[in-house]
């Protein structure tokens, strides 16, 4: 089982970028699949998930309007689509999939990805 994040870069404030996480194996259409990040100093955050068949999303307070979460069970690949990007959003991104249920809780995750990171200058 591995999840490959990919898509960080550089970007102006303002600016968009798109991760992308590729999965390996069969588990990712039974899975809830998550973004978390982390910044320079500080915990690993929940930024958003959404549900097996992608009915259901749900947003970090801080990045609701501005980012979207999506999948493609068909290519086993999930999205996050990040607009009207901020400094406060530069972190290292991590995707994450959950086969027990929905939710915020970091720990609950069974696998994730190696990360990506994202800079956002001023």
């Known amino acids: 089982v591995q999840l490959q994040a990919s898509g960080g870069g550089w970007v102006q404030a303002g600016g968009s970028l798109r991760l992308a996480c590729a999965a390996s194996?069969?588990?990712?259409?039974?899975?809830?699949m998550g973004w978390f990040r982390q910044a320079p100093g500080k915990e690993r955050e929940f930024v958003a998930y959404?549900?097996?068949?992608?009915?259901?999303?749900h947003y970090a307070d801080s990045v609701k309007g501005r980012f979207t979460i999506s999948r493609d069970n068909a290519k086993n690949t999930v999205y996050l689509q990040m607009n009207s990007l901020k400094p406060e959003d530069t972190a290292v991104y991590y995707c994450?999939?959950?086969?027990?249920?929905?939710?915020?809780?970091?720990?609950?995750?069974?696998?994730w990805g190696q990360g990506t990171q994202v800079t956002v200058s001023s």
């Open positions: 959404i549900t097996r068949s992608g009915g259901t999303t």
């Open positions: 994450a999939a959950d086969t027990s249920g929905e939710t915020t809780y970091g720990p609950a995750y069974e696998y």
């Open positions: 194996g069969r588990f990712f259409s039974s899975s809830v």
